[in-house]
């Protein structure tokens, strides 16, 4: 069965930094490309950034660029977001997603909260 | 900025059909942008519904059809049933990046 749960959330101050891990388990991790998605309170979904399955090619958002940090451990089965320079505007659940065949998203993990406020 | 724009909501009848639309600001939507569906009810994770247009994943119930309509994507709903009532996003490739829509907000009455 196919797991990917998150971990690493919680409450940090503006200008702060956090590491996001997404952990997989039920496939071979470093066969598949792998993205964060987050979501604010009440808000839609906002793709935040993608990497390769052998973390060659990174992409990112335009409004985390700089600040944010993808990587990932085929090791370990993991995948990372360090998120530097947080603002309010970042408070929301983070999301990994593993993309399957045809740049298709098929596995979500549950999510973890990230809050910025002082 | 790309916007990708869908319904912000639609309702419908159970047993009845509602086609969910999914626009781009660039342009029209072709099989090039691999449009993914995905379905999400309160306090849950998105679930994947449709990749790479209109291929159904192993879980995607039979009703829930994807196309390109119009210059846009579109996600048909047949036979709907209450539990379908959900917010529906649509996710667009854009060559290094990826945007999702708006969201529409699904209501079953």
């Known amino acids: 069965e196919v797991q990917l749960v998150e971990s690493g959330g919680g409450l940090v101050q503006p200008g702060g930094s956090l590491r996001l891990s997404c952990a997989a388990s039920g496939f071979t991790f470093s066969s598949y490309e792998m993205n964060w998605v987050r979501q604010a309170p009440g808000k839609g979904l906002e793709w935040v950034s993608y990497i390769s399955s052998s973390g060659s090619t990174i992409y990112y958002a335009d409004s985390v660029k700089g600040r944010f940090t993808i990587s990932r451990d085929n090791a370990k089965n993991s995948l990372y977001l360090q998120m530097n320079s947080l603002r309010a505007e970042d408070t929301a659940v983070y999301y990994c997603?593993?993309?399957?065949?045809?740049?298709?998203?098929?596995?979500w993990g549950q999510g973890t909260l990230v809050t910025v406020s002082s | 900025q790309t916007v990708v724009t869908q319904e912000p909501s639609l309702t419908v009848s159970p047993g009845g059909t509602v086609t969910l639309t999914c626009a781009s600001s660039?342009?029209?939507?072709?099989?090039?942008?691999?449009p993914n569906w995905f379905q999400q009810k309160p306090g849950q994770a998105p679930r994947a519904l449709i990749y790479?247009?209109?291929n159904k994943h192993s879980w995607t119930p039979a009703r829930f059809s994807g196309s390109l309509l119009g210059g846009k994507a579109a996600l048909t709903l047949s036979g709907v049933q209450p539990e379908d009532e959900a917010e529906y996003y649509c996710l667009l490739y854009y060559g290094g990046a990826y945007v999702f829509g708006t969201g529409t907000k699904v209501t079953v009455l």
């Open positions: 790479s247009t209109s």
């Open positions: 997603a593993r993309e399957g065949d045809s740049y298709g998203y098929d596995y």
């Open positions: 660039t342009g029209a939507v072709t099989s090039g942008y691999y």
